[in-house]
């Protein structure tokens, strides 16, 4: 009987570790960036021949958005940043994670382009750099560029107005 007890109770142990995994919420996940500086990059844009330095954007209040063109959960949450990037009072900075530009261009063209600019990240070392686990992913900047917020998964229209645009307010009356 007691042979059968340990792996029993070595089971129940991992199927509560399992069970408490299924219920964090994936857009919850803490950031170690959260209150640090913001990664600086310069990359290539995608619609133009020009260089982008996130460093340009000090002393303002931004969102960096990570999409790529084959991304479903992209697909779901780009009709949003569509309908409400002009409503931001802040730029939507688009950072295209490990696509081919040719790609990234036809997706703006087909579906809009929600982004002030949308840089190609085609190594992946700037989504790296900012703990990127898989696209889509927004972050909310202050003007000092420290990352102050970190959505993971799609943009929702209850999350833009509800979270993201007070924040920005809150931020931009604190400059």
């Known amino acids: 009987m007691k042979r059968f007890l340990l792996p029993l109770l070595a089971f129940v142990i991992l199927l509560a570790f399992l069970g408490t995994g299924l219920l964090i919420k994936t857009n919850d996940l803490p950031s170690a960036l959260i209150g640090k500086p913001a990664p600086v990059f310069s990359l290539p844009q995608v619609e133009q ?34 309908k409400f990037a002009g409503q ?21 063209i087909d579906f809009g382009n929600p982004y ?26 202050d003007s000092r560029g420290l990352v102050r917020y970190k959505h993971v998964g799609p943009l929702t229209e209850q999350i833009v107005f509800g979270k993201l645009q007070p924040m920005i307010d809150q931020l931009q009356r604190e400059q």
């Open 49 to 82: 021949a020009a260089h982008f330095q996130s460093s340009s954007l000090k002393g303002k209040v931004w969102l960096l958005n990570v999409w790529a063109s084959w991304c479903e959960s992209c697909r779901h949450e780009h009709p949003v940043l569509v």
């Open 88 to 108: 931001l009072s802040a730029p939507v900075i688009g950072l295209d994670y490990m696509d081919k530009a040719a790609d990234a261009r036809r997706w703006l």
């Open 116 to 141: 002030q600019l949308s840089v190609q990240d085609v190594d992946g070392r700037a989504a790296t750099d900012y703990g990127v686990v898989g696209v889509p992913e927004t972050f909310v900047i």
